[in-house]
């Protein structure tokens, strides 16, 4: 059976942030009608409770018995009202219900609700919510008060709905059911902040565990009203610092049934990540049911005007193309007084609508694995101390280089997030390096480290930091005996899946690692590496730039070691010292297979400093261990993502142009001539291109060849199999 919310959706929320009571004056069915005619959405996200000032999530805009009314709707249910006009113009309709924010007054009034803070004080009383309000606990009572507003909520008929939290602070919970339940579980009170104690590492756990039991009992609550209904909340994205709100995607994934996570795009002072929705999108995919990627159209934390059509389109693209469905968030009022400016929407939205045929049943087409690992994320703190060394930022300005202070930050939480900044960098790094060589992968997560699922793959790529259990290293190294390749680098794979050091010659030797005799000395700039043949792309002799860390490894014999580091130097500005006995890439066969190791983050080097080099190495170590399925002749700013509709028998290639502007927000997108494609293995009836709206020409040559001529934003090339 087809469930509708497998389709590709279009989701939106398009809010009176005013007023929220003003939908009472509004001709209901028009509104609709433009949603669904010049918006193109198939999904809509109506206000059930609001999170308004003060903590206002604990009234409702509909009738629910046992629930006082949100001011305004107090002679309106807005749900039953809006629900026959979203029917009548086939849109499906979520209720979108807060669950972090709620009033001071409420919470004295319902003592032992609120989420409480290692030293005893309420989290929302220390850090009011938005300046102003509280928050509650999933284990404490009130979660039979959520599942009652859930029931209520469902009752009016609705598709489903998605949950604004609720969320586990940082340094929560240590409320009396907290207490009780971990008491239960694991027979000892929660502890503080420990990175050495295990019982701190269980309690990461039951933290996650207590979202999950949270959402599995509230979609027990939905599923019982209506077993078609939805229920989902946000889900949480790759970023390693997760684990604070105790958000774990794929363990979520169980009990929802979207994985759903924010790519906002925010100006900022520092550098945007070109990919913020294809990373998150594929991030999401990873979890194994539909995602969603939400945007909302405004600038940044400017609610009240419109984003630039070019960020927006963009964002849209990117998610699309990595098999996701998309949510936006819109405001009314900016409809009200520029409607042009909602044109993009209509434009791309509309775009999707119509050629939603495509959009279904994608399988991706990759031969490369990228892990992201959350166990990691959690417990990784490397005991690479050389990490923590105060660098600066190496720039040089008025002939003053910014060398930092040289000293060794000691405090565990401290290390912590240094690694978790590392290990964002990494999974960025890698990420934009494999985008931008327009290499087929996809990410894969802790739980898809089994032999059946990477089975699928040529080469897994761990990236830089990763703590993984004896059987998932037992999994990668048969994988490898099997005939698969495995690319890692500096400490990755040498700590247990809860942290703990696993600098073992088990592990080593399938990395072609004899031992680690220690790091180089933490220097940001004029260290080096140096090229010992023409490999690569780059020749004899080529010095390549290398990253502030880097490990003293001794290779196993009979490894292939091209690259090696030069002697290090303290400082920038001072001559070369000759070549190293280290080498920087071993390259070791093992059974089958091979294992590229690099001696130095690599991930997080190209990620934090975008040098060309690293991405060089990146992209030429995988072709080394494989032949590409696709290759693709276009700048790295195009995108290329590959899938099969295997019931239609069609290969689906989306190309994405995010060729613009050399800065953010864009305000204009360069259209790209001419991309020469070649796909292997396939045989093709015709090949058409959607946004152009005509037939490519093609020849069959043990695969593909053809050149698609131009490329403006987005394009869908439907190639027919015979
Ligand atoms: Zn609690």
């Known amino acids: ?63 629910a018995e046992g629930f006082d009314r949100y001011p305004g709707f107090e002679d309106f249910d807005s749900l039953r009202t809006y629900l026959s006009y979203a029917r009548k113009y086939g849109i499906r309709l979520l209720v979108y219900l807060n669950m972090h924010w709620f009033s001071y007054e409420f919470a004295d009034a319902h003592p032992g609700w609120e989420k409480i803070m290692s030293n005893g004080e309420p989290y929302g009383i220390v850090h009011p919510l938005y300046g102003n309000g509280t928050t509650f606990c999933v284990n404490s009572p009130w979660r039979d008060w959520a599942f009652k507003l859930m029931e209520e909520t469902m009752k009016t008929g609705v598709d489903g709905i998605f949950l604004d939290g609720p969320v586990v602070y940082p340094d929560c919970c240590y409320c ?31 933290r996650e565990d ?21 229920i989902f909340l946000n889900a949480g994205s790759w970023q390693p610092g997760s684990w604070r709100v105790a958000r774990d995607a794929k363990r979520l994934s169980r009990y929802q049934n979207f994985s759903l996570a924010e790519a906002f795009f925010h100006p900022s002072s520092g550098r945007i990540n070109l990919y913020q929705s294809a990373m998150t999108t594929k991030y999401l995919r990873a979890t194994g049911i539909p995602a969603v990627t939400a945007f909302h159209y405004c600038m940044g934390a400017w609610h009240y005007t419109f984003l630039p059509p070019e960020e927006i389109k963009l964002s849209v693209y990117q998610a699309v193309s990595c098999n996701g469905s998309i949510w936006i968030g819109g405001s009314t009022y900016r409809h009200e007084y520029k409607p042009e400016g909602c044109k993009p929407l209509n434009e791309t939205l509309g775009f999707l609508e119509k050629n939603e045929d495509y959009l279904k049943d994608l399988e991706s087409i990759s031969d490369t694995a990228l892990l992201f690992s959350s166990q990691t994320s959690r417990y990784y703190i490397s005991a690479i101390t050389e990490l923590y060394k105060d660098l600066g930022s190496g720039k040089e300005q008025d002939l003053i280089v910014d060398l930092g202070t040289g000293k060794t930050v000691v405090d565990w939480s401290k290390r912590k997030l240094i690694c978790e900044n590392l290990m964002s960098f990494s999974y960025e790094g890698y990420f934009t390096a494999l985008t931008r060589s327009h290499i087929m992968f996809d990410i894969v997560l802790d739980e898809d480290i089994l032999l059946e699922k990477l089975s699928k793959y040529k ?46 010659e088990e592990r080593l030797r399938l990395l ?29 002799g080529n010095l390549i730039e290398r990253s502030p860390y880097a490990l003293k490894v001794k290779p196993l014999e009979r490894t292939y070691t091209p690259f090696l580091f030069m002697n290090p130097l303290e400082r920038v500005y001072t001559p070369l010292k000759g070549e190293s006995n280290f080498p920087a890439v071993i390259i070791n066969s093992y059974g089958k297979g091979k294992v590229l190791y690099f001696a130095f983050p690599i991930g997080a080097f190209y990620g934090s400093d975008r ?93 593909v060849n053809f050149t698609v001529p131009i490329l403006k934003e987005f394009d869908i090339i439907v190639l027919e199999e015979e």
């Open 1 to 63: 059976m087809a469930y509708w919310w497998k389709r590709p959706l279009r989701m939106m929320r398009w809010d009176y942030i005013d007023d929220f009571s003003r939908i009472k004056n509004e001709n209901i069915d028009t509104l609709v009608r433009m949603k669904k005619g010049k918006l193109h959405i198939n999904c809509e996200w109506i206000v059930g409770t609001p999170g308004v000032s003060p903590g206002l999530g604990y009234l409702v805009t509909f009738y």
């Open 176 to 206: 009396e059911s907290c207490q009780k339940k971990f008491k239960e579980r694991y027979g000892s009170e929660i502890p503080k902040e420990d990175w050495q104690d295990p019982l701190w590492k269980a309690f990461i756990e039951f």
């Open 210 to 230: 207590s979202m999950a039991d949270f959402l599995k009992d509230a979609q027990e609550v939905v599923l019982r009203i209506n077993p078609e209904g939805v």
């Open 459 to 504: 080469i897994l790529i761990i990236p830089d930091f990763a703590c993984l259990s004896d059987e998932q290293w037992q999994v990668i190294e048969d994988f490898v005996k099997d005939g698969g390749s495995l690319i890692t680098s500096f400490d990755a794979g040498l700590y247990s899946e809860k942290g703990e050091l696993r600098f073992i």
């Open 512 to 540: 072609g690692i004899k031992d680690i005799e220690g790091a180089f000395p933490a220097v940001r700039g004029e260290n080096y590496i140096i090229a010992k043949e023409d490999i690569f792309g780059f020749d004899k």
């Open 611 to 703: 040098i060309g080099t690293q991405e060089q190495l990146i992209s030429a170590s995988i072709n080394y261990l494989r032949e590409p399925i696709i290759k693709v002749l276009a700048p790295p700013t195009l995108e290329a993502e590959l899938y099969r509709q295997k019931d239609k028998s069609r290969i689906i290639l989306f190309l994405v142009n995010n060729t613009g502007d050399m800065q953010r927000p864009l305000s204009y997108i360069n259209p790209v001539n001419n991309i020469e494609i070649s796909i292997k293995n396939i045989s093709i009836k015709s090949i058409y291109s959607v946004s152009n709206e005509n037939y490519i020409d093609f020849k069959n040559n043990n695969g």
